[in-house]
């Protein structure tokens, strides 16, 4: 029997990443070039909680955990390096959240298909809630170690959307019932609230990305456009700071 909470309304990862896209283009125009400008944080809240919607989608879909967490991690270990000769030491950037997010998924991914085999040991079951555990713990030290972007909560931003997905390998009737859009976009919602408390008021608007994310089909969309996004985020960025020297 299908699950009626998994609608799906026509807006493919693609578009998703298009309009995150989008509206973290406005959001770095206001904090580079416009930082009087408040409207333009507040559009661009939409941006992180759809891009952390969709890390956890390539999460539970790629074929190599390997490479899904290098490309992100390099990417934005490179970012960080162009911001550090731009504008000296810098908090880590959105890259570096999820890429620690990406860790912290696959570590649950492995606690569930671990916790939910009938063929594990209770000692392989027991590693496998201590190491995801461990990895959390590890991910609250880190963040009182280095200030990185969103800081601990927007680093379990994507974590919370992937909290009651189902196995792929198992049959665990709770977690079939729990894996709907509105109990991830749910527990989303926590992270955002808890975001906007933690800094500030204006994290509270990233809410309005949960409009778009309820369109969400489930598909890719026709074209492949995954490196077009890899290039948007730190070309947009070397442009707006160019614009910034000049003006």
């Not at 198992?170 to 975001?195: G, P, Q, T």
Request: hydrophobic share 55%; aromatic share 16%; glycine share 6%.
């Amino acid at each position: 029997m299908p699950n009626l909470f998994n609608i799906n309304l026509g807006l493919s990862g693609n578009a998703l990443k298009i309009i995150g896209a989008v509206t973290m283009l406005i959001d770095h125009i206001g904090v580079i070039l416009f930082p009087e400008v408040i409207f333009l944080r507040i559009i661009g809240r939409i941006s992180f909680p759809i891009f952390a919607f969709m890390i956890a989608e390539g999460c539970e879909h790629t074929k190599n955990k390997l490479k899904y967490f290098l490309s992100v991690f390099i990417l934005g270990a490179v970012c960080q390096l162009a911001l550090y000769i731009a504008r000296g030491p810098q908090k880590q950037n959105v890259l570096i959240s999820f890429s620690i997010a990406i860790i912290a998924i696959f570590a649950l991914q492995y606690m569930k298909s671990t916790l939910f085999s009938a063929q594990k040991s209770l000692i392989k079951k027991c590693f496998a809630a201590c190491l995801f555990a461990l990895t959390l713990v590890g991910i609250y030290v880190l963040n009182r170690l280095i200030t990185i972007d969103y800081g601990f909560w927007g680093c379990m931003t994507p974590l919370s959307v992937s909290l009651f997905k189902a196995p792929k390998t198992k049959n665990v009737a709770f977690l079939k019932m729990a894996d709907n859009r509105f109990l991830h976009l749910l527990l989303l919602s926590v992270c955002l609230i808890l975001l906007g408390l933690k800094y500030a008021w204006v994290q509270m608007y990233g809410l309005f990305a949960l409009v778009f994310l309820l369109f969400y089909s489930g598909k890719r969309g026709r074209l492949k456009m995954k490196y077009f996004f890899y290039i948007f985020y730190p070309l947009h960025l070397v442009i707006l700071e160019g614009i910034s020297y000049l003006f």
